[in-house]
């Protein structure tokens, strides 16, 4: 194994991980406040071909990013509506929600099946750009690629360095203990679902607009539950889930490495691994608390009327 | 109160609407046309063009034949389904008295019945189904309308009513390989699949002959998604491709792109398959491609199924007989290349090549084809090897 | 964690007052109805003429109607695979990998003993894909019962490694250069009988079946009274000597092996072969439709039914209003959307 095939192993994995690792930040906010939001998957492609729409109507890809992630917002309100304001089971109303995103990004991007667009421009490293082509093109990445390490570290810093963090993961622990130290969970939970959101427009974006240039019907493939796995693997921290989201599109990368070396390993079986490792985590864990999830997860909040 | 008034809102607005979609004729004149489906009216249409088919459209009322075409994926994908609705579109440029039903993205296997049978029951008389895995419902339901005319694309079944027609790209393969051979630098060729299918090794094979052909020291390394369609997955596979060294890839998927629009971001070179619309995605490092245009072997057989002398033909056509096409050179492609590309194409037309002429040597140094035998389309649609020089497994 | 405590108290008016639960569904229904169809107008379709393609293409005609039914034969089977967990505060969320892997061993049944008759192969390949159901049930279960990992996130994991296996197998083993993702065609024997010279198959009467027993159990039986008793108070349950943990496994396993029958039913009725990713969410529609109906066999019957309306009718939709096919999704998600809010003016009508 080459240097070069190494770091082509780690550049494609940075590539296809990126919007995987937004939508996990997304998805980790959502359930520290205490929401299983199972339709990520929904809300990636709404989010994706409402981002690749106005891509490839403006073309600008900075404009398409911006919608992406305000439809990724509005996609999620929609169930904080359904699971905070009229409390609806979570599980439900997130498949529901998915269903919803299947059809409605279907409406949206039908015009736009096969259309060029402009994508997210890349960006050189300065003082790579004086090595030989096949390797500065490794590292050429776009403004979403650069920016989701930072964005990782400010989403950890969010929720354990700030008293609106604080509160979030207060009411993910126990809604109605919040409650009676004075904070209101209905309101935090409709910010952790809006903010959940829009990373996880931000991640739809790059699938779309930076990474495959292209939108096509229920272009996600499972990228949605890979994320819910995701969060369930790196303990709901921020920081682990870059790990693990580099892990996981590793595991791709490399898989395909081997098909094209002509190694014959199933690709299938490959691509279960890091679900397998997920539960055999959780069964190392086992019960303990100390790493179990936010405790109300998934409860709805009575309130208080 | 409020919640009262609410109710009674959506009680009045509820019978309402159940009244109209009760009496639903007599509700239709709200909107302007009640079908949009509307049949081509009698537009003077038998004079103006003198079409270069054997049928003159009879100028009645009404469609002469309603066409139902069903294909797998979305009919502007840049790719095989565009080509094929083109195609399909083509037959009413030519016979204007047709009327098609079109639907896309419609499920594999016997999630397509339905939307056949929909077809049928709007008065279909000719089904054109053109994905692969359409052919065994097409087939099954030929049996139940032996009065309706079933043609899909690339399979190999045939019936009373149901056949199969589709381009012949071994030959496009093989060119294209001769461009991408002259074309590389590194040496490596990327080939981006989606399924180990007998005809999409074949495609590869004839892709390297070619490319061997002008340059004995090309690899092409074959990578699978295992989807007609999965962009995420074919932007991983170009990535890794290209990052292993390949300076050209080509594909054969449904929409190639995701995979051109990649390459050409890294500034490889990209040769198209399925439709010509591909070219687009790359402005600069386009090298050449091939896509199909059955849009005249359809119209003829549309125009048999009008003038009722349909009969079921096992139908595939060549680059050389229009049923497929090659588009121009990208701008980096430099003019002795351009020339011997056309030249060795020449060649193929002449038959002085045959692409998949013995002695044919796998990659385990098996012969595959004896030295004095050709493959026949029959075993290329079976092959399960990859020729010498293919790194990949085949499987 | 994650309770279904306010599904199954909302079960008991769908039992108590079925027509007033009826009645309210049918407003709730026609409400998501209006949604779309501002949607729909507003995007330049009629909404009248799209209800009308919708209606008359599933209820207008015979043909129409019995591929209602085929599209609701498997929601039957995998509503069913949730709502016996549901009965004992199990979140069956597994439903998609238990179709898969019944689907799976199923297909090794048909692609290997396909020359046996029917009369013996059809009840293999059922008992096959029920236990490739129950394996999969059976590890969340197994996990839950001894309280090491919770059943929602361990289905959901296993949910999406099913599929890959299905197409390890079918890439691996059962793959001919002339297919794509599928394998060979089953042997006629290997196929379920159909009725009625429709697409309609045996599955169908496997599902009402299995619903009558489910509601005859339930009701009428020991194991009904324990699964409620575990249901209401698992604590009081265990003190008062019913076998909790062999309850939990066990019914998981059961809600596994009637998810596998779908699968089987699926690969051996309705498709003839087995396709890698046939399942377009099967699973997941039937975890909705059983939580919609609170888990009870009437309510599962009645909402897959109108579910099944409305995705068999936006087939209709595509041909001659020129929508894509996955808009009914929004439709059907309309629909969830308003059952799930439960609008004011419909509960308060409930009180009075």
Redesign the interface.
Known sequence: MTLLSILGVLSSAIFSGTSLLYTTLGEIIDQRSGI?N?GLEGVMLVSASAGFAVTAISGNPYLGMLVSVIAGGLMNL?LG??VVS????????G??????G??????IG?PYVGAKIRGLPRLPLPGLSNLPVLYSSLFKFDLLIYLVIPVAILVWWLLFRTRWGLGLRAVGENADTAFASGRNPLLIRYQALFAGGLLAGLGAAHLSIAYTMNWT?YMTA?RG??A??LV?FSKWNPIRAIVGALLFSGAVAFQLLLQSSGIQI?P??L??IP??L??LV??IW??TRKHA?PAS????YQGTE | MK??S??SI?AV??TT??L??AC?PA??P??AP?E??SPPTKAPTAEPTEPPEPTEPPAEVGPCLII?ALHGGPINDAGYNQAMHESVMAIKDNIPCVEI?E?????????A???M???I??GAGMIIATA??HQ?PALELSYKYPDVIFEHAGG?EMGANFANFFGEPPDAWYIMGVAAGLMTETNKLGFVA?????WT?TFANAFHLGAASVNPDVETTVTFT???GDSAKEADATNSLINQGADVITMHVDSPTTIISTAESRGVYSIGFQSLHAQEFAPEYWISGTGYTLGGTLTWLASTVVDGTWQPIFLRCSLFDGCMAMAPFGPQVPQEVQDEVLAVSAEVEAGTIVVFAGPIVDQDGNIVVAEGEVLTDDLM????WFVEGIIGSP? | ????R??IKRSGFVRQKTINAVVRYA?MI??A??LF?IILWI?GK?P??S??DI???TLG?A?GFS?VIVTMTPLLLTALGVAIPSRIIL?N?GVEGQLYMGACLATWGALTFGDLPAWILLPLMMLLGMIGGSLWAF?PGY?RAT???NE???T??????AP??V??FI??FW????????TP?FSTSARLPTLFNT?IDLSLVLALVLLTVFWFVMKYTRWGLEMKAIGGNPQAARRNGIPVKIYLISVMCIGGAISGLAGMAQVSG????L??N?S??IG??G??IS??AGGSPLGILLTSFVISIII?GG??L?????????????????T??VV???P??LI??KDA
């Open positions: 299983v199972l929609i509506f359904l009229r409390r609806a089971n979570q599980l439900a109303s498949l529901a929600l998915m269903f919803f299947f059809g409605l990004s279907a409406w039908r019907e499972g539950f890979i819910v796995a369930i199933s299938f079986l691509d279960t679900y397998i997920t539960i959780l069964i086992g019960g999830a997860l998934g409860r709805v | 919640t009262k609410l109710y959506v607005v509820m609407v159940l109209l979609t639903g509700a239709t709200t909107e009640p949009p489906t139902g039903i639907a896309e993205n419609v499920p594999e296997e016997a999630g019945t339905s939307t049978e929909n077809m029951q709007q692969f895995n065994y190999w989606a399924f180990p299918l007998g090794l295992f989807s007609w649609s079976s092959v399960d499987k | 964690m994650l309770p279904m306010d599904a407003f026609v409400l109805f209006l169809g995007s009629d009248i003429q209800y009308k209606f008359s293409s005609s043909y591929e979140i969320v590890v996990l309280g090491i990992v929602t996130i361990t959901l994991l296993l949910n999406s490694v890959m296996i197409s390890f890439f691996g793959h001919s250069p002339m297919d794509t993702n599928k065609n697409r309705f498709y003839g072969v396709l890698a046939f377009r969410g997941f529609m975890f909705l939580w919609l068999s087939n209709l595509q041909l001659t209003r020129d929508l894509p096919y996955a808009v009914i999704n929004v439709l059907l998600a309309f969830l959307f799930l809010a439960r004011n003016f308060q009508r």
